[in-house]
């Protein structure tokens, strides 16, 4: 079974500029996450996706941050303009069902290191 | 403010000794989860426990899971290399889908 499929896996550009970041996530999975994991730390949810609809954003910089699924599979994930506080790495997991009571198992990408100069 | 602390930090041990780290929680917990990230690469789910008082072994890895669901363990006894890396609990706080990390403690070994 293919894993979680994550591009590009680094990237560097200067702060006000734009990234985007590509996910792809296990066949059949139906709910798919981005974190940030900042250096030292734990992943931080951005946001989680059920399908193609949004069920939890709470952490996403609005601001500069945006993301879709459009037809419930892929994922992008954008930042405009970026900051250098937004250096970390960028991971997408999925699951196959809603992580109802915490009972599915997410499955991680190899993640996006960005460096923001 | 951070939900789920873990400690320690950071833990360095001569392989072949024992070491835990701990999670603990201010609030109920759903469940807890506990992944492992090695150097440079991602986090890989290990574990999940659910009912109070669990007790979960795979090989040398011991998974506990408190009385009151607030608070976990996961104690490796006899340490190898292949040990290295981060380990991370994450809960679902009770009522809430959405998976917290604690901050994670780094094992690193002296072979």
């Known amino acids: 079974e293919a894993g979680v499929a994550q591009s590009p896996r680094y990237k560097i550009i200067e702060k006000r500029q734009s990234v985007a970041f590509w996910c792809n996530p296990i066949s059949g999975h139906a709910t798919l996450y981005w974190y940030q994991q900042i250096l030292g730390q734990g992943p931080k949810l951005l946001i989680q996706f059920q399908n193609n609809g949004v069920v939890d954003d709470s952490q996403l910089p609005k601001d500069r941050f945006s993301a879709e699924r459009l037809k419930g599979v892929d994922s992008t994930l954008k930042i405009q303009p970026a900051k250098l506080e937004d250096s970390a790495v960028y991971l997408c997991?999925?699951?196959?069902?809603?992580?109802?009571?915490?009972?599915?198992?997410?499955?991680f990408g190899p993640g996006t290191r960005l460096l923001v100069l | 403010g951070q939900q789920v602390m873990q400690i320690p930090q950071y833990q360095h041990v001569q392989e072949g000794e024992d070491f835990t780290t701990y999670c603990n929680s201010s609030t109920t917990l759903s469940n807890i989860q506990w992944y492992k990230q090695r150097p440079g690469g991602h986090p890989v789910f290990l574990i999940q426990l659910v009912k109070s008082g669990e007790v979960k072994k795979q090989k040398r890895l011991t998974f506990q899971f408190g009385e009151a669901k607030k608070n976990s363990s996961l104690h490796i006894t006899a340490t190898q290399t292949t040990d290295v890396g981060t380990y991370f609990c994450a809960a679902n706080l009770q009522g809430a889908q959405k998976l917290v990390f604690g901050q994670g403690t780094r094992l690193t070994i002296n072979p």
């Open positions: 997991a999925s699951s196959f069902r809603p992580n109802s009571g915490g009972r599915e198992t997410q499955y």
